[in-house]
């Protein structure tokens, strides 16, 4: 695998605080005209099966919701064959190789501190 080369795909999520609750389309031009993204983005899914409105999360205080069918694979070893993990807020990463195999998860503020380190150590 060429450890330089990679692909985001972003799959917004409402769980959170109702964070994203637009439409596919007018997620796609804000993330667009706001932030620059140019990676794809899939329609919008549930990533739990609650949606949150305190943060930190308490499902006390949480509505159910449907986790869809890749959130489930992503964050269930029994269909993953490799961890079980919980999505902690809006913005989780997960790692997959060019197998299709889950490699890891990164939390949702790890990017920013890849990006400020990259950024320091001059790579691109």
Same mark, same amino acid.
């Given at each position: 695998?060429?450890?330089?080369?990679?692909?985001?795909?972003?799959?917004?999520?409402?769980?959170?605080?109702?964070?994203?609750?637009? /439409?596919?389309?007018?997620?796609?031009?804000?993330?667009?005209?706001?932030?620059?993204?140019?990676?794809?983005?899939?329609?919008?899914?549930?990533?739990? +099966?609650?949606?949150?409105? /305190?943060?930190?999360?308490? /499902?006390?205080?949480?509505?159910?919701?449907?986790?869809?069918?890749?959130?489930?694979?992503?964050?269930?070893? +029994?269909?993953?064959?490799?961890?079980?993990?919980?999505?902690?807020? +809006?913005?989780?990463?997960?790692?997959?190789?060019? +197998?299709?195999?889950?490699?890891? /998860?990164?939390?949702?503020?790890?990017?920013?501190?890849?990006?400020?380190?990259?950024?320091?150590?001059?790579?691109?």
């Amino acid at each position: 695998m060429d450890k330089n080369k990679f692909e985001i795909i972003a799959f917004p999520a409402n769980n959170f605080m109702k964070q994203e609750p637009g /439409t596919n389309e007018e997620i796609k031009e804000f993330c667009s005209s706001k932030y620059g993204v140019t990676f794809p983005l899939m329609s919008k899914v549930s990533v739990s +099966n609650y949606n949150y409105e /305190t943060y930190p999360p308490d /499902t006390s205080k949480s509505n159910p919701a449907q986790k869809d069918e890749i959130y489930k694979w992503l964050t269930q070893k +029994n269909l993953n064959g490799v961890m079980d993990t919980e999505i902690s807020w +809006n913005f989780q990463k997960f790692l997959i190789d060019e +197998n299709g195999k889950l490699a890891g /998860t990164l939390a949702p503020g790890v990017a920013k501190e890849i990006a400020y380190i990259m950024d320091w150590l001059g790579e691109e």
